[in-house]
């Protein structure tokens, strides 16, 4: 039984889709993390708070107080973002009435278990849980690891090239091919975007196929986070996801955030050590739910 001093302050808290003018709120939740809440804190500062724009709805959450004190975006992802044991029971309960449609849960790894334990009775089963990813971070270029010269933004003319790369990192890293489905058109989009934005970036080998690529995801003004790190199978074991990481970090510092950051999994302990070795350090830790 619940004390009912407990009781009386969660009946006074609540939860509610955010709307245009909850803007500035959201962000300031956002702000308090830059590095954990770098993707959902990018989506929002480029399109707001519209659920059209954002691909998604925002749900707040809002302490006894009436103060907007946790997040929850639901789109292709379900992600937490600042939620205590309230925020993250409220937020069960509203998914589990809406129901499940999203492709993942992602978030901090501690909420991010406790809001799964909520669901899992009626999402289940999941294809598959990852329940610690560590989060890594760095704010200088790499004091070990030179730089790889050849490392560069990927040109226009040149997606085709890198779309098979692409397409299986995400398979290798996901289980699942991006093809799948709508044929990958949303993926390649995804991919183009990234290309025309100049966050795409590569080694092509003399062959002109792709050795190495990695990109810049999500970006805010105090974090960016790098995903789709990829090395092709025959250049592995010699040092390009290194020298490759070194020279986006670099890049990414210089001409995009003053904090880099991306969370790996676990059980990958040859890439979390090529990551140490490039100047990343451990700050926290993700959880993902794949379904």
């Known amino acids: 039984m619940l004390p009912s001093s407990f009781q009386a302050a969660r009946a006074l808290a609540t939860t509610r889709v955010l709307e245009p003018p909850d803007l500035a709120d959201a962000l300031a939740v956002l702000h308090r993390d830059p590095v954990a809440n770098a993707f959902v804190a990018t989506r929002v500062e480029a399109v707001g708070l519209d659920p059209w724009r954002l691909g998604g709805e925002m749900w707040g959450w809002y302490d006894e107080q009436g103060e907007l004190d946790a997040l929850c975006y639901a789109g292709a992802n379900l992600v937490l973002v600042d939620a205590g044991p309230q925020a993250v029971q409220a937020f069960a309960e509203r998914a589990r009435r809406q129901g499940r449609r999203c492709s993942s849960i992602v978030g901090p790894a501690g909420p991010t278990a406790a809001l799964w334990a909520l669901l899992e009775r009626s999402w289940g089963p999941a294809r598959e849980v990852r329940g610690h990813q560590p989060l890594m971070s760095a704010s200088v270029p790499s004091a070990e690891i030179e730089p790889d010269p050849l490392v560069r933004r990927v040109r226009r003319g040149e997606i085709d090239t ?32 990234l290309v025309s934005t100049g966050r795409s970036f590569a080694r092509f080998g003399e062959d002109g196929q792709v050795v190495f690529k990695a990109e810049v995801g999500a970006v805010t003004a105090g974090a960016c986070q790098i995903q789709g790190v990829w090395v092709a199978p025959e250049h592995r074991g010699r040092g390009f996801s290194e020298t490759g990481m070194a020279a986006v970090l670099e ?33 926290g830790a993700f959880m993902s739910v794949l379904f």
């Open 162 to 193: 890198l779309m098979p790369a692409c397409v299986a990192m995400f398979t290798e890293e996901v289980g699942v091919s991006p093809l799948a489905g709508d044929g990958g058109l949303l993926y390649q989009a995804r991919v183009a975007e």
């Open 251 to 283: 890049i990414a510092l210089r001409e995009v955030a003053p904090v880099v950051s991306l969370y790996v999994n676990d059980y990958n302990l040859r890439a979390r050590a090529a990551y140490r070795r490039v100047g990343f350090q451990e700050v």
